[in-house]
T-cell receptor, first 117, second 113 residues
Framework: GENVEQHPSTLSVQEGDSAVIKCTYS??????FPWYKQELGKGPQLIID?????GEKKDQRIAVTLNKTAKHFSLHITETQPEDSAVYFC????????????????FGQGTILTVHP | GAGVSQSPSNKVTEKGKDVELRCDPI?????LYWYRQSLGQGLEFLIY????????KSGLPSDRFSAERTGGSVSTLTIQRTQQEDSAVYLC???????????FGDGTRLSIL
């Protein structure tokens, strides 16, 4: 089955700096890669996702890059703000297995991001 | 519109008791998922419902765990004879199709004494 490794486990940056979180996956059939932000006491919130037919996707201060050959993808946050402080999770899944749509996500272990004012 | 709703938000029970956790998905979403998040850990898949298809139960950790989804909407996760290692946050997610983004509820924090 799929295995997703996420690094670093903790990341501390100054407000205004950039933050980068990296994930690797094992299953070459995976072709959908979402990123979630989880605040204390809340459920994960989808912030950006990418499918394997593109190499990069941006949404304001957030971008995700994907390298299918190397089986890794990264989250980039620019101009960080204190409200970006949270736990970030990457995930991966194949979209079909044996011709059947497949919904299960495999998650990384999470990165605790702290942005200091 | 309303998001995924889970109840109760917190549950404390004694070891050996049965518990039921409820999930109300976003209206119209055909796919529903249960995940478990242990303290400081990532999310672990438990079970997945898609429309009228047989559920994917491959993530259930033991036969003490079961889930059902009635009428293609509300789902209940049941844990029988709870053990201390069952303590975790149980998260439910739904998506409009199995290929669509998953939207999570805020979870049920389960504590087994």
């Amino acid at each position: 089955g799929e295995n997703v490794e996420q690094h670093p486990s903790t990341l501390s940056v100054q407000e205004g700096d950039s933050a980068v979180i990296k994930c690797t996956y094992s299953d070459s059939a995976s072709n959908y890669f979402p990123w979630y932000k989880q605040e204390l006491g809340k459920g994960p919130q989808l912030i950006i996702d990418i499918r394997s037919n593109v190499g990069e996707k941006k949404d304001q201060r957030i971008a995700v890059t994907l390298n299918k050959t190397a089986k890794h993808f990264s989250l980039h946050i620019t101009e960080t703000q204190p409200e970006d402080s949270a736990v970030y999770f990457c995930a991966a899944r194949p979209e079909t297995i044996g011709g059947t749509s497949y919904g299960k996500l495999t998650f990384g272990q999470g990165t605790i991001l702290t942005v200091h004012p | 519109g309303a998001g995924v709703s889970q109840s109760p938000s917190n549950k404390v029970t004694e070891k050996g008791k049965d518990v039921e956790l409820r999930c109300d998905p976003i209206s119209g979403h055909t796919a529903l998922y249960w995940y478990r998040q242990s303290l400081g850990q990532g999310l672990e898949f438990l079970i997945y419902f898609q429309g009228n298809s047989a559920p994917d139960k491959s993530g259930l950790p033991s036969d003490r765990f079961s889930a059902e989804r009635t009428g293609g909407s509300v789902s209940t996760l049941t844990i029988q004879r709870t053990q201390q290692e069952d303590s975790a946050v149980y998260l439910c997610a739904s998506s409009s199709t199995s290929r669509s983004p998953q939207h999570f509820g805020d979870g049920t924090r389960l504590s087994i004494l």
